[in-house]
């Protein structure tokens, strides 16, 4: 069983309809909808649409949110089912800084709205981090530097996407990519295009409705072996990224041409 199934195993439940009413009104046979409730089956991109238009519940909350843990008329009253983004506090009410575990990053795609999920990480405190909520992610990859594996990022949440601001950095939580640390490039349509600063990389678009979170860069956590001198050579090593972007972009042409 998955939390898509027992989600709509349960909204089911709730508007007291059978799998064949249910599977009628989603042009679906029986048969095919019951392998998705028992979990035998994932459903593809254009179902989740429909059954997410039937129950008039997000995407988003259908495959990550464990919706029998809220009351169900305040989850439909929220826009677009957002739930209110969990909030820890220590002993003296001050915002505690959870910290996302390396080896565990991908279960924070299906736990960050999880008040139970998010209690049961670590947490720090920073004494020049008070002003918002903040939370610790972990890097990974080439893309950002100076952050490499083992470095933690720590973002401040962005409630809305309108705040994010052209050439700033964000941790943006995504469904299909989940973490990813990027610099914010600009809004177009229904989607953002973001890059990394490694130029090796190319930018690239992410629609709305697969951002889940967004944290803007506040501070970061290094290793113990992190020496700032092993970057003093960093614009010769921009120098073979570019190298290498640039050869990659002659092949993409001399491709096209043929």
Same mark, same amino acid.
Request: proline residues 6%; hydrophobic residues 35%; glycine residues 6%.
């Given at each position: ?13 709730? %508007? ?19 392998? /998705? ?32 843990? /809220? ?5 439909? *009253? ?24 390396? *080896? ?12 139970? /999920? ?14 918002? %909520? ?6 990974? @990859? ?9 470095? /933690? ?11 994010? %601001? ?21 809004? *177009? ?42 970057? +003093? ?17 002659? +092949?993409?042409?001399?491709? @096209?041409?043929?």
């Amino acid at each position: 069983m998955s939390i898509f199934s027992d989600n709509i195993r349960f909204l089911r439940a709730q %508007k007291n309809v059978s799998q064949q009413e249910l599977a009628d009104k989603i042009s679906l046979s029986r048969v095919r909808y019951s392998k /998705y409730e028992d979990g035998r089956s994932e459903a593809p991109y254009e179902l989740l649409i429909r059954i997410s238009k039937y129950f008039n519940v997000s995407i988003d909350l259908l495959l990550t949110v464990d919706i029998r843990k /809220y009351p169900l008329e305040d989850i439909l *009253k929220l826009p677009d089912n957002r739930i209110v983004l969990p909030v820890i506090v220590d002993k003296l009410g001050n915002n505690s800084i959870e910290i996302v575990p390396q *080896k565990a990053s991908m279960g924070y795609l299906s736990g960050y709205s999880d008040p139970e /999920y998010i209690e049961s990480l670590q947490r720090i405190s920073l004494p020049f981090l008070v002003n918002g %909520k903040y939370r610790a992610f972990p890097a990974q @990859g080439d893309s950002m530097p100076p952050f490499k594996d083992g470095s /933690y990022i720590i973002g401040k949440y962005v409630e809305d996407i309108n705040d994010l %601001k052209t050439g700033k950095s964000y941790v943006f939580v995504t469904l299909n990519d989940g973490i990813s640390y990027k610099r914010f490039r600009a809004k *177009k349509g229904k989607s953002v295009t973001v890059a990394a600063d490694n130029p090796f990389y190319k930018p690239y678009d992410i629609p709305f409705g697969e951002i889940v979170e967004v944290w803007q860069y506040a501070s970061g956590i290094f290793p113990e072996d992190f020496e700032p001198g092993h970057f +003093e050579d960093y614009n010769i090593k921009d120098m073979f990224m570019q190298l290498r972007k640039d050869i990659r972009d002659l +092949e993409d042409k001399v491709s @096209g041409n043929h």
